[in-house]
């Protein structure tokens, strides 16, 4: 009997230790395969322990309850001959599992109240990071003191031909994208996270972070990530069509190199400025075009312009008719469809170049231009 | 008096126009089962894609569309129906009453149910595809952004709140004024109970989710802006308007199904059910509590710490009069004289595994951790283990209890637990590697995911295969039993059951209790 019960225990502790074994592997950043991560940042830590302190209560408690009742399933069978017992109340038993619980719940609230404090706690943030969701892309914008913003999108990098299986999958299949995210480490980062049109969630398991995108709304929460590595996460909301393949990628790395990497954004800033000055050849503008479709438009409107979520643009009235309205339509989206306005999402460099690939792509053979020059002018009015 | 002993009328005029509660819950529960088949098809096509990484059956617009009416038909034509079926049958036969209180209303909100499906399938085949929005539809996403299926989906849902609506009323009503003399409140079958107290949570939550998609109809057609940030609106009310009806709900799916438990356990035990009063109790508490928990479905939309502390200790509450119930029904089963017939196989199966999808939730309720739980696949794997394991197994264990009642005919015992045990190695195998692949990380309703989480989702596939194969033998048995089971006529099919309904004749007659029984 001893014996037996002792078994039964360990069977019923069985899961939790193959939890602990993972948790051990996971532990030093790396992504466990059945279990949540502690993560690489203090919070992360405490929210892992605090998962594992609530699993196992359940465990404890789950392996008496349900100890109990293969007891009785082995013990108390009609075909052993038993003669059941006909008690069906007592008050003192019912009134003590009422309470007892109350207080383990009360035990469990204290550690849960602390750590949630914390992750309140946005305040004295060493940088501010403005997140923006878009269907179906992130967009980041570093917000500096001097005013001197940097900003850019993150699209999905993994190519649609991994996706439907004409090639083999890369080992970040689905997790990586073009332009990561990058963070210094130990800095206390806020980030103020909102959306562009539907809700969206900015999730990163391995910084303990989730925060849904609300348009209207700019949501608070922070991470200080004590070790450089790259840390990968999704789109935790759904948010239509495309809501599976929104990455996020984020890269910790030295104060040194983040400053580096920094200045280089900024450089390359003011190098568009340069290139908005620039006319360009219709080769020139049908290559950037081509990169610019690809990245923002295909989704919808298909890889060969034969529509999908959007109307078609293969012989569409919009990229075979009027140039301005063509262009307005680019810039300005259409209010109250899916079509955003891109006009704040590319620049005017990668603004001109997909309009003249939309015209004289896909058979369209409009033979008409436009240059940087004048998206501006259209923009100024 | 000759005239009221007449027999159904012949023919579809007999199903059309009959307001007897037994033609009206046999019809609910086909209804509901041919629901569970859609609904299961749909998941079979979600699990389908899943099977391996990359896009192979399906596109991602088509996915999201299998998603979203994979939720309402299984909620809304599956399990709410199903389990109003078994209230028409059996409410009148436990409290000794001839019939509902309001039969020809209950012949109308049956009839409302099947057009107000074919709306939302029929979907399927509009210009842009059915909602895509997921079940809880979030605006915008199911607003400024959604196919224009959507009109079509709002006076769905409408219609099927005025069927639900029409249903509680009617059970309250009957219970309120029907019971036989002598069947006080403390006396009611806790069947009885939990569905008096599910009626009133349905007739105050659906006026609610009614609100709800009058004020996303407004904005689509009418220029209003409630739930659009650019003309003032809050996408945020959308989400506490919905979950004010969503969380009541779902304790108006599983709290019928606790009192199916609550009859059947005391039956196979041959032994009453331990600490009744305290059953009753425990579910008034889990009613009251389910009004004030919604936003713990919200922990990440950026709601202030202290409505974050709320909601957190509110929900933790709950876990106490779910556990009084749990202790209940394994003390009931303590000292008993124990048979695993069908019925009470499905009732274990449902005490184990509802049991763990209540310890998960708990974990849920914990705030600062559902900031890593939330929206993941450990979410998925929660509500499948009450809402399956939960509702949808106890409505099974019902089937397999008052089948021989309804039909007079005993069902083949071996496949019924051979259908049981391919039912719980499959639900198993497709619903626990979920939690895993959710705590590591993969985010729900994703029509394709990253390459770590290829093994579990290959095996939840083919877990949900078995499950859903399992359901065709239930299916067959049922058929097989009305066509061609062993006959019985005992009026105590089981021999430890108890209550009013063991005490009519077996195959029950087409009316009961046209003189009311005395209750001791």
């Not at chain 1, 269907?135 to 940097?150: F, H, I, M």
């Not at chain 1, 398991?205 to 995108?213: C, E, T, Y």
């Not at chain 1, 983040?258 to 800033?269: H, T, V």
């Not at chain 2, 479905?297 to 709320?310: D, K, S």
Request: one cysteine or more.
């Amino acid at each position: 009997m001893c014996f037996k019960a002792k078994r039964l225990f360990r069977l019923a502790l069985a899961p939790v230790l193959m939890l602990m074994s993972a948790a051990a592997l996971a532990a030093g950043g790396e992504v466990s395969q059945v279990n949540m991560s502690p993560g690489v940042t203090e919070l992360g830590k405490e929210i892992y322990d605090l998962h594992m302190l609530i699993l196992g209560i359940c465990v404890v408690i789950g392996a008496g309850v349900f100890g109990v009742m293969l007891y009785s399933i082995v013990y108390h069978r009609k075909s052993r001959g038993v003669t059941p017992s006909q008690f069906h109340e007592s008050t003192k038993v019912e009134i003590l599992w009422t309470v007892v619980p109350f207080f383990i719940l009360i035990g469990m609230a204290f550690p849960a109240t602390t750590t949630l404090l914390e992750i309140y706690d946005t305040d004295d943030a060493d940088m501010d990071v403005l997140v923006t969701g878009y269907q179906w892309k992130w967009k980041y914008e570093y917000l500096n003191e001097d005013g001197e913003n940097v900003s850019f999108f993150s699209n999905l990098r993994t190519p649609q031909s991994e996706i439907y299986n004409a090639e083999s999958k890369g080992e970040h299949y689905l997790l990586e994208v073009d332009e990561p995210l990058v963070l210094p480490v130990d800095a206390k980062v806020r980030f103020l996270v909102t959306a562009n049109d539907v809700i969206h969630s900015w999730w990163v398991p391995q910084l303990a972070v989730k925060k849904d995108a609300i348009p209207g709304f700019i949501n608070e929460t922070w991470a200080r990530t004590s070790v450089p590595g790259v840390y990968r996460g999704q789109c935790a909301e759904l948010c239509g069509k495309d809501h599976g393949f929104m990455p996020i990628v984020v890269n910790v790395v030295s104060k040194e190199e983040y400053a580096e990497w920094l200045a280089g954004k900024q450089a390359e800033a003011s190098k568009i400025k340069e290139l908005m000055a620039q006319t360009f050849s219709m080769d020139e503008l049908m290559t950037r075009g081509k990169e610019v479709y690809q990245r923002n438009c295909l989704a919808c409107h298909g890889a060969n312009g034969e529509g999908g979520v959007g109307t078609p643009i293969a012989a569409s009235p919009v990229a075979t008719g009027d140039l301005g309205s063509h262009l307005d339509i680019g810039i300005n989206g259409v209010p109250g469809t899916a079509m955003q306005a891109f006009g704040a999402q590319i620049n005017d460099v990668e603004m001109a170049a997909v309009i003249t690939y939309q015209r004289n792509a896909f058979g369209n053979n409009m033979g008409d231009m436009v240059q940087p020059i004048d998206v501006y002018n259209h923009k100024e009015g | 008096m000759g005239d009221h002993h007449h027999g159904p009328a012949k023919g579809l005029t007999r199903w059309m126009f009959t307001t007897n509660h037994k033609d009206i819950g046999t019809m609910y529960l086909w209804f509901s089962f041919a629901m569970f088949i859609l609904g299961g098809a749909f998941a079979m096509i979600i699990r389908a894609e899943l099977f391996q990484p990359g896009m192979q059956l399906i596109e991602p617009a088509f996915f999201n569309q299998m998603t979203t009416m994979h939720g309402l038909v299984m909620v809304f034509g599956a399990i709410m129906p199903a389990f109003v079926g078994l209230a028409n049958w059996m409410i009148p036969m436990m409290i000794g009453a001839p019939d509902m209180a309001l039969p020809r209303m209950n012949n109308w909100s049956f009839w409302i149910l099947p057009p107000a499906f074919l709306l939302l399938a029929s979907t399927l085949f509009m210009e842009g595809g059915a909602p895509a929005f997921g079940w809880t539809f979030y605006a915008p996403l199911s607003t400024t952004y959604a196919p224009p299926s959507v009109t079509y989906f709002i006076f769905s849902i409408h219609v099927l709140g005025l069927s639900s609506i029409m249903g509680s009323i009617n059970i309250i009503a009957t219970v309120m004024n029907m019971r036989a003399p002598g069947m006080t409140y403390m006396k009611m079958p806790l069947f009885v109970w939990t569905w008096l107290i599910t009626a009133f949570l349905l007739v105050a939550v659906m006026p609610v989710l009614a609100g709800a998609v009058t004020m996303m109809l407004m904005d689509i057609h009418f220029g209003t802006s409630f739930f659009s940030a650019a003309g003032g609106g809050d996408p945020v009310l959308f989400q506490h308007i919905f979950w004010f009806f969503g969380h009541p709900e779902v304790y108006i799916i599983i709290l019928p199904a606790f009192g199916v438990v609550s009859q059947i356990i005391p039956a196979f035990s041959r032994k009453p059910l331990f600490g009744y009063a305290s059953m009753v109790y425990a579910t008034a508490a889990i009613a009251f509590l389910s009004f004030v928990v919604w936003a713990h479905h919200m922990y990440t939309v950026g709601m202030p710490i202290a409505g974050e502390l709320f909601f957190m200790y509110a929900t933790m509450l709950i876990a106490v009069p779910t556990g009084v119930k749990v202790f209940n029904w394994i003390t009931t089963m303590w000292r008993g004289a124990l048979s695993f017939e069908t019925p009470m196989l499905f009732c274990i199966g449902f005490l184990v595994l509802f049991t763990i999808g209540g310890f998960t939730g708990l974990m849920l309720s914990i705030a600062p951790a559902d900031f890593q739980y939330h929206d993941s696949y450990f979410v998925v794997a929660h509500f499948h283990y009450v809402m399956v394991a939960g509702a949808v197994f106890s409505m099974t264990a019902a089937v397999y209890f008052w089948l021989p009642k309804w039909c007079g005919k005993m069902y083949n015992e071996t496949m019924g637990k051979t259908h049981f045990w391919i039912s719980f190695i499959g639900f198993n195998l497709a619903f626990f590697p979920q939690h895993f692949v959710g705590l590591a990380g993969m985010p729900r309703r994703i029509p394709d995911y990253a390459l770590q989480f290829a093994d579990f989702n290959m095996m939840s596939s083919i877990g949900a295969f078995i499950y859903g194969a399992s359901q065709i033998m239930f299916l067959y048995n049922v058929i097989a039993t009305i066509v061609a089971g062993k006959p019985t006529s005992d009026e105590k099919v089981w021999d430890g059951a108890e209550g009013l309904e063991w005490t009519v004749a077996t195959p029950a007659p087409y009316h009961t209790f046209e003189v009311p029984p005395a209750v001791k």
